[in-house]
Structure formats: structure tokens, C-alpha cells
């Protein structure tokens, strides 16, 4: 039996489809017999095949099971699923990881400390430091207490 190209989904909805056979790029004749093979089926309202871009456009009434069927048994392609290669915004992922590290942190301490406890343990202790030595004048201790006061009233509110 003959290796089918592969047809990566690059995108998919209720009722739309987006293919993409990039071995098949640029094969004009492929892409007329993908646009046959699909407009004669009664499961699909349109089709359009696009060989400079390699890509496969199909309104349907079904599966992506059912439309790599048709694929199959006329001999076109094998419909395949790559893993996603979007990546979420940077925002997204540190807070996710700050979400992470954060129930670790509770979880190794059995609930008694989170990020901004230990936070505010860390910035008082600093700020205490300042003080003891002798460095008052400056911002850096009160600046410490202030934030270390902010996180762990802005932490407490999370949980509630």
C-alpha cells in the first residue's frame, strides 16, 4: 500500500477545517483532485484547495474522523495531529509558575506559610536589618515594610 502525504490540522472549528499537506506544495493537480474528492461528498458544503500555501480549506457537517476517512479512501492524505507550537504570553506563564511554586511552597510548609508570607518575613526581615544597621535615613527600610505589609495583605485576599 502507498504512503499517503500527511495533513497536519492547522486549525479547527465547529464545521471548518484547515489542513496543511506541505509535501504536496505547489502540486496543482493534487490539489484539483483534494477539491473533487471532497465537493462530491454530502458531508462537506465547501472545500477550497490552495497549492501555493499547501493548504485545504473544508466546511463540513461532521468529524475530523469522517473527513480523514473520505481523505483515506480516495487516496489523498492521513490526517495527523501535531502538538500546538503557540506559546502562551509571557504574562501567563509567570503567573502560573508564581501559582506553582506558590501551592508548593503552602503544600512543604502544611498550609502555614505562601509566597507572600514568606515575602513579607523576607522583606521585614530585611527592613529590620537596615535598622539595626544604622541605615534609617534611606528608603530601603521602610520600603521593605511597605511592600512586605502590601503582599501579605494582597495574598490574603486570594483565598478568600
Known sequence: MKRLPEASVAHESTGRIRLRIPEKRYDTGYFADVE???????????VGANPT???VLI??????GQIGQVAETHGLFTIIRRPSTRTRPLSRRIKDGYRTLDSAVTTGTNGQIDIPTAAFLALAGWGAYQILQGR???PAWYTAFWYG????LKGGESSK
Open 36 to 46: 473533487k474528492a471532497f465537493s462530491n461528498s454530502d458531508m462537506v458544503t465547501k
Open 53 to 55: 500555501t499547501a493548504g
Open 59 to 64: 466546511m463540513h457537517r461532521s468529524t475530523l
Open 136 to 138: 534609617v535615613a534611606g
Open 149 to 152: 505589609v502590601n503582599l501579605l
